[in-house]
């Protein structure tokens, strides 16, 4: 089981590298209003989701302890990132607050994942 444990840590981490990398990449666009939700993305944040969902599923079934309300926290912060994405993904230019905040959500939920 740790094992696949693992291998779901790593894919959840592949999702978090592709969604903030897409939005670290577009850093220089927000200033000249040219930022866009990169295809990358979206699929890093439906990857997070899915990966992380399981992540709790397994750890459950090899009963392990685990922070309920540190995972609602994480999982509302991801579903309104991935909503934001999601919503705005066609869009050729991005409003900075909304593209912003997508960076911001992306770190606190790395942020809450390392330090709670």
């Known amino acids: 089981m740790n094992v696949l444990i693992n291998i779901f840590v790593v894919l959840h981490f592949i999702g978090i590298a592709s969604l903030l990398g ?3 990449t577009q850093m220089k666009s927000i200033g000249a209003g040219t930022a866009r939700m990169v295809p990358a993305m979206f699929h890093g944040a439906l990857t997070m989701l899915v990966t992380g969902l399981a992540l709790v599923g397994l750890n459950e ?3 392990a302890t685990l922070n309920h309300v540190k995972i609602g926290i994480k999982l509302l912060i991801l579903v309104v990132i991935t909503a ?3 919503v705005k993904r066609d869009d050729e230019k ?4 909304v593209f ?3 960076g911001l959500l992306t770190i606190a939920n790395i942020v809450i994942a390392v330090m709670w």
């Open 94 to 97: 991005v409003p900075a607050p």
């Open 61 to 63: 079934a090899d009963g």
């Open 100 to 102: 912003g905040a997508v």
């Open 22 to 24: 897409g939005f670290l």
């Open 84 to 86: 934001l994405v999601y």
